[in-house]
């Protein structure tokens, strides 16, 4: 088990080391909201590898900070400020994200089950997250996430298609991301297996070797797109538009998609 210790530091910040010997760290959500405030953007607060699950973290700017592997299970980050926070390797499962600004931060393998995006159970897509310019290489997402801004991310690797073992709280037949913006973004590679993505914009996006088996592509924007070895077995383009596509003739899985006829080109 690990001991927290609070560290004072020259500016005021709150820091965290461990030692061997007692019981985890768990710092209460004043402590937090009193570190953010008194950061300056030359020295952030470094809560990497603790413990801050099921806090109330809502409406905080978090300048930055550094919660590399943090547990993040559960918490409510409502309309918080975490660009550029670097959240590498954190677990984001059933956190509450409704409005929270990620942008360029760093959730490189980073855990984001089931999250709550919305209010109200209206599944409002202003509610939903931003994640603009963020490296989320390899981050593994399961989601109702409709309308979430990805556009220039870093998705290279990143696994968006139904999880295994069976009855953990990642169990979804698919993600939902209907009318979400991945203009841009960087794709190799990326599982998007069975994922709900009508309406949404890969304007220039990179989906060489792209898993989009059985995905839902409808009124999808694919113009410019490089969709070099990307399978799309089984997939719906009912009314998608591939203007500029590039590396169609590498497509796999061509002869089983769906509404091909409705596409425009």
Do not use: C
Request: proline share 3%; no cysteine.
């Amino acid at each position: 088990m690990l001991l927290r210790r609070l560290v004072l530091t020259t500016a005021g910040i709150l820091s965290a080391t461990f030692s061997i010997g007692a019981s985890a760290a768990d710092f209460t959500a004043r402590e937090l909201t009193e570190a953010f405030y008194k950061a300056t953007s030359g020295q952030p607060p470094d809560f990497s590898g603790t413990d801050l699950s099921f806090l109330d973290l809502s409406n905080i700017d978090f300048k930055g900070a550094s919660l590399s592997r943090a547990n993040l299970f559960g918490v409510d980050l409502t309309l918080s400020n975490l660009k550029g926070t670097d959240l590498s390797g954190v677990m984001l499962d059933r956190a509450n994200l409704t409005k929270s600004d990620f942008s360029g931060a760093n959730l490189q393998g980073a855990s984001v089950m089931r999250p709550s995006v919305n209010i109200s159970l209206d599944r409002n897509r202003a509610d939903a997250p931003k994640f603009a310019g963020a490296n989320l290489r390899g981050i593994r997402i399961t989601a109702m996430m409709d309308g979430a801004d990805f556009r220039g991310a870093d998705l290279t690797d990143a696994k968006l298609g139904p999880h295994e073992p069976r009855a953990d709280i990642s169990s979804m037949p698919s993600s939902s991301l209907r009318g979400s913006d991945f203009s841009g973004a960087s794709m190799a590679r990326v599982d998007l297996m069975w994922a709900k993505l009508s309406f949404s914009k890969f304007v220039g996006a990179d989906l060489r070797d792209a898993r989009l088996i059985g995905t839902d592509l409808s009124v999808v924007d694919f113009s410019g797109a490089d969709l070099t070895g990307a399978d799309l077995t089984g997939a719906d383009l009912d009314g998608a538009t591939l203007r500029g596509v590039r590396g169609w003739d590498q497509i796999k899985g061509l002869e089983t998609i769906k509404n091909l006829d409705r596409t425009i080109r």
